[in-house]
């Protein structure tokens, strides 16, 4: 009896992990895959059906990162300072994202001119990706559009908490607000 217990638990064993392998095909990860990630609150994911959709963060501004050759070689202060915060932003979500195995789930609230969609964006534990940011200091709240922010109560708590412990870009007193830096210098 005892030599058949042996090789029935490895069999059980074999066909347990076996069956835990292809349960992503039976139960398919939730959430929309994370293909692309611009900049600290630009992002492409593939959704459900294969489409690429371009997702603007809902709610907040992140710091701008280089886009061009031209302002990758800037040696301005105003961009060497924007750029750099931009950077630790986009770093950021990237590893938000690849905590959450680069699956995020999409709450779309509008779309904006250049047709991306605008959405409060969160990982797979719920997790709300712009209180994050905002909290440690690497994006602001982007108070134009709040009224179409589900969120916006966390959202101000988040920012309110970053700047009162003067996290981020809160402790740099050079630190020029994206929106008003697109508007000087782009």
């Not at 915060?85 to 609230?109: C, F, H, M, P, Y």
């Not at 179409?148 to 996290?167: I, M, T, Y």
Request: with cysteine; proline share 4%.
């Amino acid at each position: 009896m005892e030599k058949l217990i042996k090789p029935l638990i490895w069999f059980c064993a074999a066909i347990l992990i076996l069956s835990l392998m292809g349960c992503d095909r039976i139960f398919p990860p939730s959430g929309d895959v994370v293909e692309r990630i611009s900049d600290g609150d630009t992002l492409t994911v593939k959704d459900a059906k294969g489409n690429n959709i371009t997702v603007r963060f809902a709610c907040m501004d992140a710091p701008e990162v280089p886009h061009s050759k031209k302002e990758r070689e800037s040696k301005r202060a105003s961009d060497r300072n924007q750029f750099s915060w931009g950077a630790k932003a986009q770093e950021r979500v990237q590893e938000l994202v690849k905590q959450s195995s680069d699956r995020v789930t999409l709450n779309i609230t509008d779309s904006d001119r250049y047709g991306r969609k605008v959405a409060e964006v969160r990982l797979k534990n719920g997790t709300l990706v712009q209180q994050v940011l905002l909290r440690e200091g690497l994006a602001k709240a982007y108070r134009p559009y709040l009224n179409k922010c589900p969120s916006r109560d966390l959202v101000e708590q988040a920012e309110a908490e970053a700047k009162q412990e003067k996290r981020g870009v809160w402790s740099d007193a050079k630190f020029i607000n994206p929106w008003e830096y697109r508007s000087l210098y782009k």
